[in-house]
């Protein structure tokens, strides 16, 4: 019913900046909230940012001053605009969304497939 895949991942040196992006597409009615989280080797899946369709926004504190979220309601496209890049921010990084199936009557989640980020030093 509903896809979200996406891009922007890559290979940075410590220092540097990447752009992620991720576009919902299908039978969609409304979508609130999106965000992204991150799951490093050995570690659990841990909330980066979200933005709700209001565009309030929240981030955990590893990131905050680095990291920006935003979303285009137009495009059902969030975007994380992450400078400042740190070792310790690789990870394979997943896109979320809560999800109003166009017909139903409830929310679900549903998860890309990752993008791969990896902080050099």
């Known amino acids: 019913q509903v896809q979200l895949v996406e891009s922007g991942g890559g290979l940075v040196q410590a220092g540097g900046s990447l752009r992620l992006s991720c576009a919902a597409s299908?039978?969609?009615?409304?979508?609130?909230?999106m965000g992204w989280y991150r799951q490093a080797p050995g570690k659990q899946r841990e909330l980066v940012a979200a933005i709700t369709s209001g565009g309030s926004t929240n981030y955990v504190d590893s990131v905050k001053g680095r990291f920006t979220i935003s979303r285009d309601n137009a495009k059902n496209t969030v975007y994380l605009q992450m400078i400042s890049l740190k070792p310790e921010d690789t990870a394979v990084y997943y896109c979320?969304?809560?999800?109003?199936?166009?017909?139903?009557?409830?929310?679900?989640?549903?998860w890309g497939q990752g993008t791969q980020v990896t902080v050099s030093s």
């Open positions: 299908g039978s969609i009615f409304s979508i609130d909230p």
């Open positions: 979320n969304a809560g999800v109003l199936v166009s017909g139903s009557y409830y929310y679900d989640d549903y």
